[in-house]
């Protein structure tokens, strides 16, 4: 029965282990270089604020998804807003349980003084935009060609969801 906890340093190899799948395979992250521990490490410890959460999702004592949100920019102003984003282990992915995560994340984003959380999504990527507008959120931006990755350019949707 998997579960759904906040992220714990423990987590951190499955974590990387997860999102490497997609560096490596797909144009979902442009990241073209996979991660180790310690090279990720940085992007872990950022989630120690009330509004830069990370949950994970165990089957047993294995995380095998995870999802976080954080800062959009690092400029002041943008303080209360929130890049989110949601991984799931590729075995595991088309049975509904990201919507565990995302139920936990933003439940705990409550309270945490944010005003609009953001999901950038690379296109083609039909369940990820599905996902997301099932959770509220709206296209507010398209961009064209805006990444390189496989030899190829690839256009990226912004999407918000008022909190």
């Known amino acids: 029965m998997a579960a759904v906890r906040p992220a714990r340093a423990d987590d951190l190899p ?8 997609y560096v490596e395979t797909t144009h979902f992250t442009f990241d073209t270089e996979p991660y180790t521990v310690a090279t990720r490490q940085p992007w872990f410890d950022q989630f120690d604020n009330p509004r830069h959460r990370c949950f994970t999702l165990t089957d047993g004592p294995n995380a095998i998804g995870y999802a976080c949100s954080a800062a959009l920019k690092p400029k002041a102003a943008y303080a209360t807003s929130v890049e989110v984003s949601i991984y799931l282990k590729a075995s595991v992915t088309g049975r509904r349980l990201g919507a565990q995560l995302y ?3 933003f439940a705990a984003l409550v309270g945490a003084d944010v005003h609009r959380a953001y999901a950038l999504i690379a296109l083609p990527n039909s369940p990820s935009l599905e996902f997301h507008q099932r959770f509220g959120f709206r296209e507010v931006a398209h961009l064209n060609e805006v ?15 008022p909190l």
């Open 14 to 21: 499955a974590c990387v282990e997860i999102y490497n799948h």
């Open 103 to 105: 139920d936990a994340l």
């Open 147 to 161: 990444g390189r990755k496989f030899g190829r350019y690839w256009d990226v949707v912004w999407l918000e969801k």
